[in-house]
Protein backbone atom coordinates (compact mmCIF):
# COMPACT_ATOMS: atom_id res chain seq x y z
CA UNK A 1 0.00 0.00 0.00
CA UNK A 2 1.81 3.54 -0.89
CA UNK A 3 2.28 5.82 2.27
CA UNK A 4 1.71 9.33 0.78
CA UNK A 5 3.44 12.57 2.94
CA UNK A 6 2.92 16.06 2.99
CA UNK A 7 4.96 19.67 4.85
CA UNK A 8 4.55 22.82 3.50
CA UNK A 9 7.01 25.67 3.99
CA UNK A 10 8.10 29.20 3.09
CA UNK A 11 12.19 27.86 2.58
CA UNK A 12 13.33 31.91 2.81
CA UNK A 13 15.63 30.18 2.39
CA UNK A 14 15.97 26.65 2.70
CA UNK A 15 18.83 25.55 4.31
CA UNK A 16 20.33 22.52 5.57
CA UNK A 17 17.46 22.28 8.63
CA UNK A 18 14.66 21.93 5.69
CA UNK A 19 16.58 19.80 3.91
CA UNK A 20 16.99 17.19 6.36
CA UNK A 21 13.15 17.12 7.35
CA UNK A 22 12.91 16.54 3.65
CA UNK A 23 14.64 13.62 3.18
CA UNK A 24 13.82 12.51 6.43
CA UNK A 25 10.54 12.52 5.50
CA UNK A 26 10.72 11.06 1.99
CA UNK A 27 12.83 8.13 3.47
CA UNK A 28 9.44 7.20 5.53
CA UNK A 29 7.30 7.43 2.98
CA UNK A 30 6.38 6.41 -1.13
CA UNK A 31 5.59 9.52 -2.57
CA UNK A 32 5.72 12.88 -0.76
CA UNK A 33 4.45 16.56 -1.09
CA UNK A 34 6.51 19.76 -0.74
CA UNK A 35 4.24 23.30 -0.66
CA UNK A 36 6.25 25.98 -1.39
CA UNK A 37 4.06 29.03 -0.07
CA UNK A 38 4.74 32.62 -0.59
CA UNK A 39 3.46 36.04 -0.60
CA UNK A 40 4.31 39.04 -2.96
CA UNK A 41 6.80 40.95 -1.63
CA UNK A 42 8.73 38.71 0.31
CA UNK A 43 12.52 39.01 0.54
CA UNK A 44 13.45 36.54 -1.68
CA UNK A 45 10.83 35.76 -4.54
CA UNK A 46 8.74 32.73 -4.38
CA UNK A 47 8.90 31.87 -7.67
CA UNK A 48 12.71 31.46 -7.05
CA UNK A 49 12.36 29.52 -3.97
CA UNK A 50 9.73 27.21 -5.62
CA UNK A 51 12.76 26.61 -8.88
CA UNK A 52 15.28 25.76 -5.46
CA UNK A 53 13.10 23.09 -4.39
CA UNK A 54 12.00 21.37 -7.16
CA UNK A 55 16.42 21.06 -8.04
CA UNK A 56 17.01 20.03 -3.93
CA UNK A 57 14.01 17.34 -3.74
CA UNK A 58 13.70 16.10 -7.56
CA UNK A 59 11.99 12.67 -6.24
CA UNK A 60 9.20 14.54 -4.75
CA UNK A 61 6.37 16.25 -5.75
CA UNK A 62 7.17 20.54 -5.49
CA UNK A 63 4.13 22.80 -5.81
CA UNK A 64 3.74 26.46 -5.08
CA UNK A 65 0.99 28.42 -3.62
CA UNK A 66 1.74 32.57 -4.55
CA UNK A 67 -2.05 33.56 -3.48
CA UNK A 68 -2.49 35.75 -0.65
CA UNK A 69 -4.04 34.51 2.35
CA UNK A 70 -3.96 34.43 5.68
CA UNK A 71 -0.47 33.42 7.61
CA UNK A 72 -2.34 32.57 11.09
CA UNK A 73 -5.60 31.36 12.41
CA UNK A 74 -6.12 34.86 14.18
CA UNK A 75 -5.71 36.48 10.73
CA UNK A 76 -9.40 35.11 9.89
CA UNK A 77 -12.25 32.92 10.85
CA UNK A 78 -12.00 31.09 7.31
CA UNK A 79 -8.33 30.37 8.10
CA UNK A 80 -8.23 26.00 8.41
CA UNK A 81 -10.95 26.19 5.57
CA UNK A 82 -8.31 28.64 3.36
CA UNK A 83 -5.64 26.03 3.92
CA UNK A 84 -7.59 22.64 3.88
CA UNK A 85 -8.31 24.30 0.09
CA UNK A 86 -5.43 24.75 -0.22
CA UNK A 87 -3.27 21.49 0.84
CA UNK A 88 -6.22 19.42 -0.95
CA UNK A 89 -5.22 21.27 -4.46
CA UNK A 90 -1.38 19.99 -3.53
CA UNK A 91 -2.28 16.76 -2.28
CA UNK A 92 -5.74 15.50 -3.57
CA UNK A 93 -5.02 11.43 -2.30
CA UNK A 94 -5.44 10.99 1.42
CA UNK A 95 -2.36 11.96 3.46
CA UNK A 96 -0.55 9.28 5.77
CA UNK A 97 1.54 11.37 7.62
CA UNK A 98 2.39 15.46 7.81
CA UNK A 99 5.81 16.02 8.41
CA UNK A 100 6.86 19.56 10.25
CA UNK A 101 9.77 20.77 11.87
CA UNK A 102 7.48 22.94 14.25
CA UNK A 103 4.17 22.18 16.39
CA UNK A 104 1.76 23.72 14.31
CA UNK A 105 2.26 20.23 12.13
CA UNK A 106 -0.30 18.34 14.94
CA UNK A 107 -3.07 21.00 14.16
CA UNK A 108 -2.55 20.98 10.51
CA UNK A 109 -2.47 16.90 10.32
CA UNK A 110 -5.77 17.14 12.55
CA UNK A 111 -7.21 19.71 10.01
CA UNK A 112 -6.30 18.22 6.52
CA UNK A 113 -5.76 13.94 7.82
CA UNK A 114 -3.04 11.83 9.00
CA UNK A 115 -0.47 11.24 11.07
CA UNK A 116 1.70 13.95 12.52
CA UNK A 117 5.19 13.29 12.76
CA UNK A 118 7.69 15.67 14.38
CA UNK A 119 10.97 15.41 12.94
CA UNK A 120 12.01 18.73 13.11
CA UNK A 121 14.24 20.42 15.91
CA UNK A 122 12.12 22.64 17.23
CA UNK A 123 9.48 19.71 18.46
CA UNK A 124 12.41 17.82 19.47
CA UNK A 125 13.61 20.33 21.56
CA UNK A 126 16.85 20.84 19.60
CA UNK A 127 16.71 24.84 18.70
CA UNK A 128 20.43 25.27 19.76
CA UNK A 129 21.72 23.07 16.69
CA UNK A 130 22.98 24.12 14.24
CA UNK A 131 21.13 22.26 11.80
CA UNK A 132 17.91 21.11 13.30
CA UNK A 133 17.41 24.24 15.44
CA UNK A 134 18.37 26.86 11.81
CA UNK A 135 16.06 29.21 11.07
CA UNK A 136 15.65 31.25 7.40
CA UNK A 137 15.20 34.36 9.37
CA UNK A 138 18.76 33.77 10.94
CA UNK A 139 20.11 33.08 7.58
CA UNK A 140 18.60 36.04 6.21
CA UNK A 141 20.15 38.27 8.44
CA UNK A 142 23.72 36.95 8.21
CA UNK A 143 23.91 34.41 5.27
CA UNK A 144 28.07 33.97 5.92
CA UNK A 145 27.56 32.91 9.60
CA UNK A 146 25.92 30.35 7.82
CA UNK A 147 27.18 28.98 5.30
CA UNK A 148 27.93 25.48 5.30
CA UNK A 149 24.55 24.83 6.40
CA UNK A 150 23.07 26.66 2.55
CA UNK A 151 22.76 24.59 -0.34
CA UNK A 152 24.22 25.69 -3.67
CA UNK A 153 21.71 27.21 -5.16
CA UNK A 154 21.32 29.55 -2.01
CA UNK A 155 24.92 29.99 -1.97
CA UNK A 156 25.09 31.27 -5.58
CA UNK A 157 22.25 33.27 -4.37
CA UNK A 158 23.75 34.86 -1.48
CA UNK A 159 27.58 35.07 -3.07
CA UNK A 160 29.05 38.38 -4.25
CA UNK A 161 31.73 38.85 -7.26
CA UNK A 162 33.73 42.22 -6.45
CA UNK A 163 36.29 42.41 -9.18
CA UNK A 164 39.37 44.43 -9.09
CA UNK A 165 39.60 47.38 -12.12
CA UNK A 166 41.93 49.72 -13.16
CA UNK A 167 45.03 50.68 -15.17
CA UNK A 168 48.10 49.26 -14.82
CA UNK A 169 50.50 49.02 -11.65
CA UNK A 170 47.43 50.56 -9.56
CA UNK A 171 47.77 47.72 -6.95
CA UNK A 172 45.31 45.27 -7.57
CA UNK A 173 47.30 42.05 -7.40
CA UNK A 174 48.59 43.23 -4.08
CA UNK A 175 45.35 44.61 -2.76
CA UNK A 176 43.44 41.33 -3.59
CA UNK A 177 46.14 39.29 -1.46
CA UNK A 178 45.39 41.71 1.73
CA UNK A 179 41.60 41.10 1.22
CA UNK A 180 41.47 37.60 1.07
CA UNK A 181 44.04 38.10 3.96
CA UNK A 182 40.91 39.35 6.06
CA UNK A 183 38.11 37.56 4.37
CA UNK A 184 39.04 34.19 3.32
CA UNK A 185 37.81 35.06 0.14
CA UNK A 186 38.89 33.16 -3.10
CA UNK A 187 40.84 34.91 -5.63
CA UNK A 188 40.66 34.44 -9.69
CA UNK A 189 43.96 35.25 -11.27
CA UNK A 190 44.16 37.40 -14.26
CA UNK A 191 44.63 35.26 -16.94
CA UNK A 192 45.70 38.51 -19.01
CA UNK A 193 48.95 38.22 -17.50
CA UNK A 194 49.88 34.93 -17.39
CA UNK A 195 48.62 34.59 -21.87
CA UNK A 196 51.54 37.55 -22.37
CA UNK A 197 53.89 35.59 -20.31
CA UNK A 198 53.57 32.68 -22.19
CA UNK A 199 53.04 33.92 -25.49
CA UNK A 200 55.59 37.71 -25.37
CA UNK A 201 53.87 39.02 -28.85
CA UNK A 202 51.99 41.84 -29.75
CA UNK A 203 48.09 40.97 -28.68
CA UNK A 204 45.64 40.26 -31.69
CA UNK A 205 42.00 41.23 -31.49
CA UNK A 206 41.24 37.27 -31.14
CA UNK A 207 43.88 37.22 -28.42
CA UNK A 208 42.24 39.85 -26.78
CA UNK A 209 38.94 37.98 -26.99
CA UNK A 210 40.22 34.74 -25.97
CA UNK A 211 41.07 36.71 -23.02
CA UNK A 212 37.89 38.13 -22.12
CA UNK A 213 36.44 34.19 -22.56
CA UNK A 214 39.01 32.98 -20.44
CA UNK A 215 39.03 35.54 -17.72
CA UNK A 216 35.02 34.76 -17.48
CA UNK A 217 35.35 30.83 -17.40
CA UNK A 218 37.87 31.17 -14.66
CA UNK A 219 35.48 33.35 -12.57
CA UNK A 220 32.55 30.99 -13.42
CA UNK A 221 34.10 27.96 -12.64
CA UNK A 222 35.78 29.33 -9.49
CA UNK A 223 32.34 30.16 -7.73
CA UNK A 224 31.11 26.61 -7.02
CA UNK A 225 34.26 26.63 -4.44
CA UNK A 226 33.92 30.42 -3.16
CA UNK A 227 32.80 31.35 -0.24
CA UNK A 228 30.08 34.68 0.34
CA UNK A 229 33.18 36.20 -1.03
CA UNK A 230 34.93 35.85 -4.24
CA UNK A 231 37.35 38.08 -5.65
CA UNK A 232 38.22 38.57 -9.37
CA UNK A 233 41.72 40.63 -10.04
CA UNK A 234 39.52 41.58 -13.49
CA UNK A 235 37.32 40.71 -15.80
CA UNK A 236 35.99 40.64 -19.08
CA UNK A 237 34.83 44.65 -18.71
CA UNK A 238 39.31 45.48 -18.02
CA UNK A 239 39.46 43.36 -21.39
CA UNK A 240 37.41 45.27 -23.23
CA UNK A 241 39.52 48.62 -22.31
CA UNK A 242 42.52 46.70 -23.29
CA UNK A 243 40.76 46.15 -26.55
CA UNK A 244 40.11 49.77 -27.09
CA UNK A 245 43.34 51.05 -25.59
CA UNK A 246 45.53 48.81 -27.76
CA UNK A 247 43.53 48.77 -30.91
CA UNK A 248 40.55 51.50 -30.87
CA UNK A 249 38.04 48.90 -31.11
CA UNK A 250 35.50 47.99 -28.12
CA UNK A 251 34.58 44.48 -28.48
CA UNK A 252 30.76 43.81 -27.85
CA UNK A 253 30.69 40.41 -26.84
CA UNK A 254 33.35 41.86 -23.91
CA UNK A 255 30.94 44.39 -22.87
CA UNK A 256 28.44 41.55 -22.83
CA UNK A 257 30.00 39.38 -20.95
CA UNK A 258 28.79 38.41 -17.18
CA UNK A 259 29.24 41.08 -14.78
CA UNK A 260 30.60 41.21 -10.90
CA UNK A 261 28.19 42.24 -8.10
CA UNK A 262 30.62 45.08 -7.52
CA UNK A 263 33.73 46.96 -9.24
CA UNK A 264 36.60 48.54 -7.18
CA UNK A 265 37.75 51.20 -9.88
CA UNK A 266 41.40 52.09 -9.14
CA UNK A 267 42.73 55.63 -9.10
CA UNK A 268 46.28 55.60 -10.82
CA UNK A 269 47.95 57.16 -8.20
CA UNK A 270 50.06 54.96 -7.13
CA UNK A 271 53.86 55.09 -8.87
CA UNK A 272 54.10 52.88 -12.52
CA UNK A 273 56.64 49.85 -12.05
CA UNK A 274 57.44 47.72 -14.95
CA UNK A 275 57.22 43.92 -13.89
CA UNK A 276 58.17 43.00 -17.48
CA UNK A 277 54.61 42.84 -18.92
CA UNK A 278 52.57 46.35 -18.69
CA UNK A 279 52.39 48.72 -21.90
CA UNK A 280 52.06 52.55 -20.72
CA UNK A 281 54.75 54.26 -18.65
CA UNK A 282 54.35 57.31 -20.32
CA UNK A 283 52.29 59.62 -18.43
CA UNK A 284 49.77 60.81 -20.93
CA UNK A 285 49.06 56.79 -22.09
CA UNK A 286 48.54 56.04 -18.66
CA UNK A 287 45.71 59.02 -18.08
CA UNK A 288 44.21 58.30 -20.96
CA UNK A 289 44.15 54.46 -20.15
CA UNK A 290 43.00 55.28 -16.73
CA UNK A 291 39.67 57.69 -18.52
CA UNK A 292 39.11 54.35 -21.15
CA UNK A 293 38.85 52.23 -17.98
CA UNK A 294 36.44 54.24 -15.99
CA UNK A 295 34.53 54.64 -19.01
CA UNK A 296 33.85 51.23 -19.76
CA UNK A 297 32.26 50.80 -16.18
CA UNK A 298 30.09 53.96 -17.11
CA UNK A 299 28.62 52.51 -20.35
CA UNK A 300 28.53 49.04 -18.65
CA UNK A 301 26.01 50.32 -16.10
CA UNK A 302 27.66 48.55 -13.45
CA UNK A 303 27.74 49.87 -9.57
CA UNK A 304 31.43 50.56 -9.12
CA UNK A 305 33.39 52.35 -6.67
CA UNK A 306 36.60 54.29 -6.49
CA UNK A 307 39.84 53.23 -4.30
CA UNK A 308 42.29 55.48 -3.72
CA UNK A 309 45.13 56.43 -1.11
CA UNK A 310 48.22 54.84 -0.13
CA UNK A 311 48.99 51.56 1.91
CA UNK A 312 46.40 50.67 4.65
CA UNK A 313 44.25 53.93 3.40
CA UNK A 314 43.63 51.76 -0.11
CA UNK A 315 42.85 48.71 1.66
CA UNK A 316 40.32 50.76 3.99
CA UNK A 317 38.91 52.39 0.99
CA UNK A 318 38.10 49.02 -0.57
CA UNK A 319 37.20 47.17 2.70
CA UNK A 320 34.13 50.20 2.95
CA UNK A 321 33.07 49.48 -0.17
CA UNK A 322 32.55 45.71 0.16
CA UNK A 323 31.11 46.19 3.38
CA UNK A 324 28.76 48.74 2.03
CA UNK A 325 27.34 45.98 -0.27
CA UNK A 326 23.96 45.15 -0.86
Not at 250 to 274: Q, S, T
Request: charged residues 20%; glycine residues 10%; aromatic residues 8%.
Amino acid sequence: MTKRGFLLGKFMPPHAGHLSLIRAARALVDELTVLVCWLPGDPIPGETRLQWMHALAPDCRVVGHGEIVPQAPEDSAGFWQIWRAIVAAAHPEPIDYVFAGEDYGAELARQVGGLFVPLGGRVLGLAGDPVAGLSASAVRADPAAHWPYLPAPVQAHYRRTVCLHGAESTGKSTLADALAAETGALIVGEYGRSHCEVHRKPLTHDDLLLIGRAQTAMIAAAAEWAGPLLIADTDALMTAAWTEMLLGTRPPELMAAARCDLYLLFEPDLPWVDDGTRFFSDPADRHRFAMIVEQVLVDAGVPFARVSGQGEARLAAARAAIGAMT
